[in-house]
């Protein structure tokens, strides 16, 4: 999409700090971290939120989840970590591109405020 951030960065266009990548998919570290880890895993496929996730994009989205399991391994993020994802204006999403947070690195409250 023409005027999406994470298109461009998904591109290359706009540079990002990487964490992983392959030709489906991005992590990258959040611009504005959260937490001491704060990561951002998106599809490079423009998708707007979770909201469009269906059958047939479920592989492409079941490998995102995958490769967030194997980086939670990686950076030995062993007492725990939260993905989440916004979706919508009620659920504090501000880029229209499906992208997972993966927090760690601190004891994260719940519920969310
Ligand atoms: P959300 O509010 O759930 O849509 O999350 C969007 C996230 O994107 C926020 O945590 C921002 O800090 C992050 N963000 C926005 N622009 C960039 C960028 N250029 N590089 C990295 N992270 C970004």
Known sequence: ?????????ASGEIPSNKAYEDDKVLVFHD???????HLLAIPKAHIQSAEEVDERNAELIGHLFAVMAKLSKDLKLDSGFRIVTNIGQDGGQTVGHLHFHLLAGRQLAWPPG
Do not use: R
């Open 1 to 9: 999409m023409d005027d999406c951030i994470f298109c461009k960065i």
């Open 31 to 37: 611009i504005a971290p959260a937490a001491p880890t």
